[in-house]
Structures are given as C-alpha cells and as structure tokens.
C-alpha cells in the first residue's frame, strides 16, 4: 500500500524553465511533507519542507505547494538549472506517530541545456 | 561538519553468507535510522534509535536483521544469512533532537548477494 506517490518517474526540462514535480498522498494523518533531493551514489539530502497548516513555502529557487483537500504537493523549481538534475524523493510524515518519514518512489529529473 | 559516515559503500556476497554495515551518525544527533532502498524504490524505515533504545524496529526482519546501537553513537547492521531478494542500498540517517529538524543520510551501502 503506498501512501506516498509520485506517478512521474521521470521528468526532463530545459534549463531557465519550471520544473514541477508532483506527489499525492493518502493518509490524512500526515501533517509534515518533505522533499529531498538525490544523486547517484549519495544519499538523498534535505531540500524543503512544509507543514500542514501550510499551503505554501519558498526557499530561493524552490517552491513547495501543498493542497490538503487534493492531498497533492508540488515542488516547483524555478529557473531550472542543469544541476538540478537528480532524483526528488517526496517524503510525508505523521508527527504523532513518531517521526517516521515515508518516501515515495521518487521522480528522476533531467535539465537539459 | 562531517556528516553521517557509512561502511562500506559496496559490498558483495555469496547468499547464505553473513553481512555488517557501519554507520557513524553526526555528532550529538540522538536519533538514528536505518533505511532500505531497493531499485526504483524510495527509502524504507528498518529501524529507528533514540541514543541506545530501538524505539520502532517494526519493519526490520528479526529472523535474518539485527542492529545495535551500544552507546548511543555508531550503530551496525547486520543480515545473517543474506538471501538474494536483500540486495538493495541501505542508508542510515541521524536527526538532532527537536521534532522538526530534517534527518541527514549517510551515502549508503550498496548490498549485491549472488
């Protein structure tokens, strides 16, 4: 059963363009998002994150969006550049239930000159 | 800062055979997990520690896994015997305490069993 989903597995967009990377969940009792950012060989590292009583958080070039209703989150980056090229892992969490943090499959994103 | 270190980063075995993996968290992170990641998977929670205690080894496979985390700093996990279906990456992370602070990963060990 996964909780977490991220339909895309890949992702390919032209540099100075937006990137949007999308991510649905189905557990309502998850009140923490993540997103984490990994490259081959690596472990994934933190990116951004947002709470639940949140819909919105900017960080620079990185954009979280969170539609609780949908329970639907996006990362959108903007503009893209080649060095984002990784996977983006969205991560969920339910605060009262210990921390525990589960991933989605994740989306491979390329930049393309 | 150093962050969290892992070894080793590969490792191959015959299956049937025993297996260790080391993770050194960062300093004065109480909170350590250990993930598997499968192909084309996301990290999936084995085990987590608070300094020395397994606070959720729910998802760890106690008939082949161990793990411990003696003084609450490094940890080492174990596959014994390995089977052919735990080839994966494994990765360990380590969180300082405080319940919004991100969990750091380690590079990971690449498991092959053949």
């Known amino acids: 059963d996964q909780q977490v989903k991220q339909n895309s597995p890949s992702l390919s967009v032209q540099e100075g363009r937006i990137s949007i990377l999308n991510c649905d969940y189905t557990n309502s009792m998850f009140d923490y998002f993540l997103w984490y950012k990994k490259y081959p060989a690596e472990g994934p590292t933190f990116l951004i994150s947002?709470?639940?009583?949140?819909d919105k958080n900017e960080d620079g070039r990185f954009t979280v969006f969170l539609n609780k209703s949908a329970k639907h989150l996006s990362l959108h980056i903007v503009p893209s550049q080649p060095g984002d090229s990784a996977v983006y892992f969205c991560a969920a969490r339910n605060t009262g239930g210990g921390n525990k943090l589960t991933f989605g499959t994740g989306t491979q994103l390329k930049v393309e000159l | 800062e150093a962050g969290v270190v892992q070894s080793p980063r590969y490792k191959i075995i015959e299956k049937k055979q025993p297996v260790a993996f080391w993770c050194n968290p960062i300093?004065?992170?109480?909170?350590l997990y250990w993930y598997l990641q499968n192909l084309g998977q996301g990290p999936e929670l084995l085990i987590r520690y608070e300094n020395e205690e397994a606070v959720d080894d729910s998802q760890l496979p106690k008939d082949r896994f161990s793990a411990e985390r003696l003084k609450g700093v490094d940890s080492t996990l174990k596959i014994q015997p390995a089977e052919l279906g735990d080839s994966a990456v494994y990765l360990c992370a380590s969180k300082a305490a405080g319940v919004d602070n991100e969990q750091f990963f380690g590079p990971g060990t690449r498991l092959t069993v053949l």
């Open positions: 947002i709470s639940s009583i949140k």
């Open positions: 300093s004065g992170h109480n909170t």
